[in-house]
T-cell receptor, first 115, second 115 residues
């Protein structure tokens, strides 16, 4: 059973560029959340997608946008990159309405460096 | 979500119990306590969660004080592979048992297990 997968593993961009990160959820999961983790900090919630709609959003500007596809995979797009966007971007999947273990499964992340 | 306070770092000898404290004095009645950990270069991993009763699973035990203002995560026999950042998170769950997507991570506790 494949867990959460993310691509690419590493990415280098320059200021002002745009980037797209991809996430495939764990088999059977229908909800995807994205987090940004700066060096030495805990992950910060960006947004969550369920049924192809953004359901919840953290304190991130509109430069951060996303999409969820019918197969539940998801993309995170960041426009007009800033140096401060350099971070590890984590994707987490879960199953909506789960009342059991209620855990989010995280992928290994994409390391984005903005020069 | 309620704020949590954790010590920045702790040490533990291999084979001994690791007891990681968390203070959540402003926790409200519908908030659960969750623990995740993040091993270097990996995404966070769910460990355990609870409301007011002590909980145990194959990974750890969670002890929540009667007033619910603090909790302790116990790794009964720590191994070198338990070296990680441990995050204590409090999170709302609705009456149906499901939960909202957002996980609010703090700085966590860096646990180092020594041989």
């Amino acid at each position: 059973d494949a867990g959460v997968t993310q691509s690419p593993t590493h990415l280098i961009k320059t200021r002002g560029q745009q980037v797209t990160l991809r996430c495939s959820p764990k088999s059977g999961h229908d909800t995807v959340s994205w987090y940004q983790q700066a060096l030495g900090q805990g992950p910060q919630f960006i947004f969550q997608y369920y049924e192809e709609e953004e359901r919840q959003r953290g304190n991130f500007p509109d430069r951060f946008s996303g999409h969820q596809f019918p197969n539940y995979s998801s993309e995170l797009n960041v426009n007009a990159l800033l140096l401060g966007d350099s971070a590890l971007y984590l994707c987490a999947s879960s199953l909506a309405g789960t009342a059991l273990r209620d855990e989010q499964f995280f992928g290994p992340g994409t390391r984005l460096t903005v020069l | 979500d309620a704020k949590t306070t954790q010590p920045p770092s702790m040490d533990c000898a291999e084979g001994r119990a690791a007891n990681l404290p968390c203070n959540h004095s402003t926790i409200s009645g519908n908030e659960y306590v969750y623990w995740y950990r993040q091993i270097h270069s990996q995404g966070p991993q769910y460990i355990i969660h609870g409301l007011k009763n002590n909980e145990t699973n194959e990974m750890a035990s969670l002890i929540i004080t009667e007033d619910r203002k603090s909790s302790t995560l116990i790794l009964p026999h720590a191994t070198l592979r338990d070296t990680a950042v441990y995050y204590c998170i409090v999170r709302v769950r609705n009456a149906g048992g499901t939960s909202y997507g957002k996980l609010t991570f703090g700085q966590g506790t860096i646990l180092t297990v020594h041989p």
